[in-house]
């Protein structure tokens, strides 16, 4: 039985490589904790296909191994995150967002081989802050989870991808918003890992492309690429993915991000980490222009504007006060106590005007 298995073998592989197979015999994990020279989902070429094959694909954070190379991606909805994976992963995954719907709606690490490194890659997918189908909290939460349950397991991260569409005309609102987490969450001593990447180029034309970039530089981004931020145009969507993982590859070193070390090593809430707070901050905002709207409203009346004028102040009014609502829900599952009162007393009376 045994001479018939091995001529199955031959038949299949061939004789060298049943030779070479012997001769260095592949390499794996020990019982103990221990590792061997090779982890164990690397064998020899002939069979590596189908090996590699196995670990591919969407993974659990207890199945990831000690030699994955693991990289976050994130970016506000519709800016091409799970595009960029699938390209650069050579991956199908279950769909792609559509526009502005959020497609991805949870933390989705997949798994991939990459040839030309040897290596095994993990890439991170994460639903943007502004998702179709879950509050601002909720994503926190979600990306805090497993960013903490990997920090456990010892998995540091060897690249931060921030996508941005170069076709947004202005950087405010929900941009500006996922951008101002994204760096809470990141703290300083990440942001040389940190890669800002640029998407849809072939939807602007260059030279806008080209400003709306400086702009971003000089600006928005200015202050992470003086600490150490690389700044990314993803102009091709087939090649610009897979050559961008393969320079992060070619770099040494792994970090643990600012929520990681608030999270695990200082065992805060949620609330209390900086990016939570910042959730905090942005009610603070909208309060404030919800003012500024209400001052907009009284001088347009006075004035005897025309009527479309106030109607549609009214309606940003009423519609910047859904908003508040809904953030305000978010605070109370996040029971921040700071001016929590304050701010359902001011959105009533603002109410009520």
Sequence with gaps: MVEFHHSILTILLGQNTIDSMQQSPSKSENKDGGQSRRPSYQLSDAVQGVQTEEYSGLVNVEHLKENDIVIAVMGPTGSGKSTFICSASGRETEGVGDGLKSYTTEVRPIRFYDE?????????????????????????NMISDWLSSSYKKH???????????????????????????????????????????????????????????????????????????QVVCCRGVDETPKSLIRDILKKEGRRR???????????????????????????EGMVQKQT??????????????????????EKEYVDLQAKIDEKIQEMEKLKLPRMRRFFKTLSSWFGNR
């Design 155 to 229: 998995k540091l991260l060897s690249g931060i991808l921030y996508l941005h569409r170069i076709m947004d005309n202005r950087m405010a609102g929900t941009p500006l918003k996922n951008l101002r987490v994204f760096q809470k969450l990141c703290g300083k001593d990440a942001l040389d890992k940190v890669y800002l990447t640029t998407t849809m180029w072939d939807e602007v034309d260059e030279r806008v492309g080209e400003r709306r970039l400086e702009e971003l530089r000089s600006d928005y981004w200015k202050a992470m690429i003086s600490q150490g931020a």
């Design 257 to 283: 991000v600012r929520l990681q070390e608030e999270m695990v090593e200082m065992q805060l809430e949620i609330k209390e980490t900086e990016a939570g707070q910042e959730l905090y901050s942005q009610l």
């Design 292 to 313: 500024e709207i209400l001052r907009k409203i009284g001088e347009a009346k006075k004035g005897a504007k025309d009527d479309k004028v106030v109607s549609d102040l």
């Design 116 to 140: 030309e490194s040897g290596q095994m890659v993990v890439l991170v997918d994460t639903p943007g802050f502004d998702d179709t189908y879950k509050s601002d909290l909720d994503i926190l």
